[in-house]
């Protein structure tokens, strides 16, 4: 069964940082678009960032543009998702997500777009 599984999250005070790691179960999943996604309470999902199945093309909301990463390798079948000056409002469970469309363009952003997620790991943003 094909699993995406996330870590690295974990309770920081602000102007922190953490990097979040997604580990895909599958090598197909090397070739697949990755996204990663955030949920407070009482809010829908929302996109943070997403990368294409070479690295070669990111895309970011404007709430984390400078200060988060997204990045991947391939031969390990893991996204990271580097998070820098956190602030509170980015306290989330944050979920990484597969998109099979490898060859879709722009980069997605819609949580329909993509197949498979991983079950998320919490960030605490203290202030």
């Known amino acids: 069964q094909v699993q995406l599984v996330e870590s690295g999250g974990g309770l920081v005070q602000a102007g922190g940082s953490l990097r979040l790691s997604c580990a895909a179960s599958v090598r197909t999943f090397s070739i697949y678009a990755k996204g990663w996604f955030r949920q407070a309470p009482g809010k829908e999902r929302e996109f943070v960032a997403a990368?294409?199945?070479?690295?070669?093309?990111?895309y970011y909301a404007d709430s984390v543009k400078g200060r988060f990463t997204i990045s991947r390798d391939n031969a390990k079948t893991t996204v990271y998702l580097q998070m820098n000056n956190l602030k509170p409002e980015d306290t989330a469970v944050y979920y990484c997500?597969?998109?099979?469309?490898?060859?879709?363009?722009?980069?997605?952003?819609?949580?329909?777009?993509?197949?498979?997620w991983g079950q998320g790991t919490q960030v605490t943003v203290s202030s």
């Open positions: 997500a597969a998109d099979r469309d490898y060859q879709r363009n722009p980069l997605p952003s819609s949580t329909y777009r993509y197949d498979y």
């Open positions: 990368i294409n199945w070479s690295g070669g093309s990111t």
